[in-house]
């Protein structure tokens, strides 16, 4: 369970930067070189909120090796996202 509610918590935590960073103008490297425009980040703030419903879900009904499998699966998906704009985060 606890695996579960890390998960929710760093979903969550993606979600509100991803739902962020689409609020601002993009940078030269995410922006032009890597193509993260505003859509692209939202896109990845609606993949991170279902996996808080998938994280919520598996708390729920006490599922801990569904829970370890969504976080493994969900670090996969943040790691590209950060590294997707990261490198344009010192243009700003």
Partial sequence: MI??????AFALAVAAAAWRRSRGAAGFYDGDTYGMDRRAHV???AISLAFVSYFAFTSATHNVAAGI????LYALV??????SFLRGSSDE
Avoid: E, P, V
């Avoid at 499998?69 to 493994?72: C, D, T, Y």
């Fill in 69 to 72: 499998a969504g976080l493994a």
């Fill in 78 to 83: 943040a790691i590209f996202y950060a590294t």
């Fill in 43 to 45: 896109r990845y703030a």
């Fill in 3 to 8: 695996w579960s509610l890390a998960g929710c």
